[in-house]
């Protein structure tokens, strides 16, 4: 947020931000430009959406936010990608998890403001354009590794961290690696099963 | 949670100012108006509880200074910036043969998802999870000074039997601190009346009667790095860690150790203790009950006996003594036979 990025519009975002946030009323804009320049914490009040713009599975999106909404509420509420799941919403269960600059993280316990300018990868952007899946995604179908399949999303996107951090080395590693994320249902035989399979289809890839 | 205004400061001067605006006289930085925030894992969940009230929340990631994300090795030391996340200073080949027990207390925590969030400067700040401080409704001297506690006639099972007073036996959960308080760390802040260093034993306060005064640190102070002092002894360390479930759990007891040996005799021993204690517990009498001695079961209870020689039970908690005890006496145990 510190780098004021500019709109379709022309506007800079800090401009926009400064007026309403409202992408459809242009004219206040303009009017409240002369703010622009005023440092953020003199202008903006608690309660004040921010516009944030976030890039989810390769693509941008421009949202007004309260600034108390989380990553994964700013998911699922203001963008409509409702394959994060919200489990806990404290950090213990692992089910909102997803990859940021591709490390896997709580969107729970992550500002939505705090992930401008970042690669954010649900769920909805692990399989190809064509439709196929990720390795982990197949292999979580291939072992069964879900029951009710609430927490899946979340163990995938972890595992597939979990894959990349190169703690995946046993079934030991995989055990420790991924007790981030809960299953009730108890398919952790099989999720780790399907780990060990991902992890030898995509290594070197 | 409380509304608040996001501001990303560009640098470590920046975020000091505005936090200073910010603070009135001696307020700490917990229950100050602006407060910073980098990895959020403990903070966010805290705000959301409403344990947290920041009107203002500073947002320490984009600060410039390339030091705050930086692991180096410094006149055979070691150096953590701030910002490190505690997955990466886990994973790292100096740091695991430097001071296996740092690599082990930070991998031993929470989650492979935390431990990618967390910034080493935040983990040793983590405020307590005592569940009558999570959870507002509670009498809490530590959350609302002068309230109560909730905890000393309630379920304290998890709560601290070493440096706890009248007013609170809030455990400290950490387990980086632990091993950072047996080797000396030192902390750098930065605030308005300037940089200076903390040596790491002074960073927390015990609670006495004032529990909500947790740390050392002014409101606009920032903690930019922490030094590990060169101790080529350290090579033989180790953390251990006791849950009641193998992983993602916070310690019921925990040993951090390391041990400088002639033989089987006992040059030097440095000893830390989680899970049981308010603050970060460094166990000078266990180091001297073992110091010159021939470490073996009998010297390594003896020594476990003199860490846990001033300990004060509650009605749930007692088993923390004896637990504590064997997870010093097997840490020790284990770090002789190390092959370094």
Known sequence: MSQPTILSNGLSRRSFMAGTVSAAATAPLLASSARAETPRSMEQQPRQPVVASLKINKQSHEVSLDTRTSLLDALRDHIGLTGTKKGCDHGQCGACTVLVDGKRVLSCLSFAVMNEGKDITTVEGLASREGKLHPMQQAFIDHDAFQCGYCTPGQILSAIGCVNEGHAESEDDIREYMSGNICRCAAYPNIVAAVLQARDETKGA | ?340
């Open chain 2, 1 to 340: 949670m409380r509304p608040f205004v996001y501001e990303q400061p560009a640098d470590i001067s920046a975020a000091v100012a505005i936090a200073a605006r910010f603070a009135s006289n001696d307020e700490q930085p917990t229950r100050a108006s602006a407060q910073f925030i980098a990895g959020g894992t403990n903070l966010a969940d805290y705000m959301k509880l409403g344990v947290a009230k920041p009107d203002h929340l500073l947002d320490l990631n984009r600060l410039e200074d390339t030091g705050l994300r930086q692991i180096r090795v410094t006149d055979g030391g070691m150096r953590f910036g701030a910002l490190v996340r505690m997955g990466e200073a886990a994973d790292h080949a100096e740091v695991k043969r430097r001071y296996p027990v740092v690599s082990d207390s930070l991998r031993l925590a929470a989650s492979g998802q935390i431990r990618n969030m967390a910034s080493l400067a935040g983990n040793v700040l983590q405020r307590t999870r005592c569940e009558y401080f999570r959870e507002t409704s509670w009498h809490c001297n530590k959350r609302v000074p002068g309230s109560g506690c909730a905890a000393m006639e309630g379920f304290n099972r998890q709560h601290a039997v070493l440096g706890s007073s009248d007013a609170c036996i809030a455990t400290y959960h950490g387990d980086f601190g632990q091993a950072l308080i047996a080797l000396d760390a030192v902390v750098h802040a930065e605030g308005s009346r300037g940089a200076r260093k903390i040596p790491f034993a002074k960073l927390h306060r015990q609670p006495g009667d004032t529990p909500h005064v947790e740390t050392d640190l002014a409101a606009d102070e920032i903690i930019t790095a922490i030094d590990v002092p060169a101790l080529p002894w350290a090579r033989r360390s180790l953390y251990l860690k006791i849950r009641d479930r193998e992983s993602f759990a916070f310690a019921l007891a925990s040993a951090a150790v390391a041990l400088d040996l002639d033989g089987d005799s006992v040059r030097d021993a440095r000893i830390a203790l989680g899970g049981v204690s308010t603050v970060p517990w460094r166990a000078k009498a266990a180091e001297d009950a073992l110091q010159g001695k021939t470490l073996d079961e009998a010297t390594a209870q003896a020594a476990a006996d003199a860490a846990f020689a001033d300990a004060e039970p509650r009605q749930h908690n007692a088993f923390k003594i004896e637990l504590g005890k064997r997870t010093l006496v097997r840490a020790l145990l284990e770090t002789r036979e190390m092959k370094v």
